[in-house]
């Protein structure tokens, strides 16, 4: 499988503690661009998911005046999900709850370099 | 503009976030430019909407313009801030006593006496609505001396005042004059209704009370009350306004239909716009909810959007309900969660205290 542009930010992602997969993400329909997921993780639903989220938390933070949403993350018991959106593409981590949601934070906001190129 | 206006505004400009729009807003309304005085203040309250000065300095310019009822809602808002603020009740009295409302006049007057004891234009204030009423003036406890007022009279004297009209066109009461240590002269007045159309005349005491309202600043209160939790029942925009303090931020509680239980936001132009915006964002709990249902990774606990201008954080409320806080985006994102947790142990204790 050939290498895409978004391959070295994956796999860095993925590489942090507590981080099972990232992906890649259209916006508009939730499909999946690229991604690198350890086995067993769902990673189309999480794509569906994490898209439809997203939209949804940007539509209504500038329906309620409060600008174009950067970052989002979602937060449970078992687990978090962030995304983070550049034009009609999002950048999705999928985590443990141990993983340190800072760093991972960091390193998504650096990687949406690679999404505006 | 005089020099002290173009001073403060000089000041605004190089520091836009700062408190000084409140002494240039106050400044522009003594001026009579009730306009600019207006637009200063709702900018600053842009930055700062719950700092209890700024909407204390909205409802003099709004006494000002004769907007009395808008004077009183303001009023009310800077009690949810500052509950001790004499001012606040003082002024409420003052437009109570416009409305005619004597008996309601008479307890904001007392309460603002509680508060502020030393100020007298307030017993000047009560007194002249307990002679109104026709009632004692003995009933007030005597104001504690103070050695700036040794030498000269306590209290002015009191003026012929007109009253809007209550149950007949023309009211007799019993005049007295409250001088100082207790003493107490009484004298005869007809008090004639308040010509219809035109604008009262303003008695000394109010124009004493609306220049001189400065509130001592409010105390951060750690926990509710009892009386606070009454008071909160009775309007529960203020439930997490001891936790907001003068930081831009701001929380609601929504329940699980969307509807606002509890907390206030207050847009630019001063409105409150929280159906709108609890409205909104109680979409994006519904979507957490169904993707925690296809991931298994259990309850969803706390959703963090970032935008451009804000931090907004939600977590699930009690009984299916959804709170929500947002905060500049300047502020860092584990003091919005420090905050959303405080608000959280507080919609909960409100919500158990109602049910």
Same mark, same amino acid.
């Given at each position: 499988?050939?290498?895409?542009? @978004?391959?070295?930010?994956?796999?860095?992602?993925?590489?942090?503690?507590?981080?099972?997969?990232?992906?890649?993400?259209?916006?508009?329909?939730?499909?999946?661009?690229?991604?690198?997921?350890?086995?067993?993780?769902?990673?189309?639903?999480?794509?569906?998911?994490?898209?439809?989220?997203?939209?949804?938390?940007?539509?209504?933070?500038?329906?309620?005046?409060?600008?174009?949403?950067?970052?989002?993350?979602?937060?449970?018991?078992?687990?978090?999900?962030?995304?983070?959106?550049?034009?009609?593409?999002?950048?999705?981590?999928?985590?443990?709850?141990?993983?340190?949601?800072?760093?991972?934070?960091?390193?998504?906001?650096?990687?949406?370099?690679?999404?505006?190129? | 503009?005089?020099?002290?206006?173009?001073?403060?505004?000089?000041?605004?400009?190089?520091?836009?976030?700062?408190?000084? @729009?409140?002494?240039?807003?106050?400044?522009?309304?003594?001026?009579?430019?009730?306009? @600019?005085?207006?637009?200063?203040?709702?900018?600053?309250?842009?930055?700062?909407?719950?700092?209890?000065?700024?909407?204390?300095?909205?409802?003099?310019?709004?006494?000002? %313009?004769?907007?009395?009822?808008?004077?009183?809602?303001?009023?009310?808002?800077?009690?949810?801030?500052?509950?001790?603020?004499?001012?606040?009740?003082?002024?409420?009295?003052?437009?109570?006593?416009?409305?005619?409302?004597?008996?309601?006049?008479?307890?904001?007057?007392?309460?603002?006496?509680?508060?502020?004891?030393?100020?007298?234009?307030?017993?000047?204030?009560?007194?002249?609505?307990?002679?109104?009423?026709?009632?004692?003036?003995?009933?007030?406890?005597?104001?504690?001396?103070?050695?700036?007022?040794?030498?000269?009279?306590?209290?002015?004297?009191?003026?012929?005042?007109?009253?809007?009209? %209550?149950?007949?066109?023309?009211?007799?009461?019993?005049?007295?004059?409250?001088?100082?240590?207790?003493?107490? %002269?009484?004298?005869?007045?007809?008090? %004639?209704?308040?010509?219809?159309?035109?604008?009262?005349?303003?008695?000394?005491?109010?124009?004493?009370?609306?220049?001189?309202?400065?509130?001592?600043?409010?105390?951060?209160?750690?926990?509710?009350?009892?009386?606070?939790?009454?008071?909160?029942?009775?309007?529960?925009?203020?439930? @997490?306004?001891?936790?907001?303090?003068?930081?831009?931020?701001?929380?609601?509680?929504?329940?699980?239909?969307?509807?606002?239980?509890?907390?206030?936001?207050?847009?630019?132009?001063?409105?409150?716009?929280?159906?709108?915006?609890?409205?909104?964002?109680?979409?994006?709990?519904?979507?957490?909810? *169904?993707?925690?249902?296809?991931?298994?990774?259990?309850?969803?606990?706390?959703?963090?959007?970032?935008?451009?201008?804000?931090?907004?954080?939600?977590?699930?409320?009690?009984?299916?309900?959804?709170?929500?806080?947002?905060?500049?985006?300047?502020?860092?994102?584990?003091?919005?969660?420090?905050?959303?947790? *405080?608000?959280?142990?507080?919609?909960?204790?409100?919500?158990?205290?109602?049910?």
């Amino acid at each position: 499988m050939s290498a895409t542009p @978004f391959s070295d930010v994956l796999a860095a992602l993925t590489r942090q503690r507590g981080v099972l997969g990232s992906m890649v993400v259209s916006e508009a329909d939730g499909i999946i661009v690229d991604s690198n997921l350890q086995i067993g993780v769902k990673g189309n639903v999480v794509a569906a998911l994490a898209a439809s989220l997203y939209r949804k938390a940007r539509l209504s933070a500038g329906a309620a005046g409060l600008g174009t949403a950067n970052f989002v993350q979602l937060e449970a018991e078992r687990g978090r999900v962030c995304a983070i959106g550049r034009g009609d593409l999002l950048l999705v981590t999928v985590a443990e709850s141990r993983a340190n949601v800072g760093l991972i934070r960091v390193e998504m906001l650096r990687a949406t370099q690679v999404l505006e190129q | 503009m005089s020099d002290e206006i173009r001073r403060l505004s000089d000041e605004l400009a190089r520091e836009p976030a700062s408190l000084v @729009f409140l002494p240039l807003g106050e400044a522009l309304r003594r001026q009579g430019q009730t306009d @600019f005085a207006l637009k200063v203040a709702l900018r600053g309250l842009e930055r700062h909407p719950h700092n209890a000065d700024a909407h204390d300095l909205l409802a003099r310019i709004a006494v000002d %313009r004769g907007e009395l009822e808008r004077a009183f809602d303001e009023w009310d808002m800077v009690l949810r801030f500052a509950p001790r603020h004499a001012g606040a009740r003082k002024g409420m009295g003052f437009v109570l006593f416009r409305q005619g409302k004597l008996e309601e006049a008479e307890r904001y007057l007392a309460e603002a006496m509680e508060a502020d004891g030393g100020d007298q234009s307030t017993i000047a204030a009560l007194a002249h609505v307990r002679r109104a009423l026709g009632r004692p003036i003995s009933e007030m406890p005597p104001a504690p001396e103070r050695p700036s007022d040794a030498g000269r009279p306590a209290l002015p004297p009191l003026p012929e005042m007109p009253l809007q009209p %209550r149950a007949s066109g023309e009211t007799r009461i019993s005049g007295a004059h409250h001088r100082g240590s207790g003493e107490v %002269r009484s004298s005869g007045e007809i008090l %004639r209704p308040a010509p219809s159309g035109g604008g009262l005349p303003e008695p000394p005491w109010l124009s004493q009370t609306l220049r001189n309202s400065a509130p001592p600043p409010a105390a951060p209160v750690p926990d509710v009350d009892p009386r606070e939790r009454e008071a909160l029942a009775r309007n529960p925009r203020a439930l @997490f306004a001891d936790l907001i303090g003068d930081a831009d931020q701001t929380a609601l509680l929504l329940d699980a239909e969307g509807f606002v239980l509890a907390g206030a936001y207050v847009a630019g132009d001063g409105r409150d716009v929280a159906q709108e915006v609890g409205a909104e964002l109680s979409g994006v709990s519904d979507e957490a909810q *169904r993707a925690m249902r296809h991931l298994d990774l259990g309850d969803w606990q706390q959703i963090v959007v970032e935008t451009e201008v804000a931090t907004i954080a939600l977590a699930p409320g009690p009984r299916a309900g959804l709170l929500l806080v947002a905060a500049d985006g300047a502020m860092p994102l584990g003091m919005v969660r420090r905050f959303l947790d *405080r608000a959280a142990a507080r919609a909960r204790s409100f919500v158990e205290g109602i049910a």
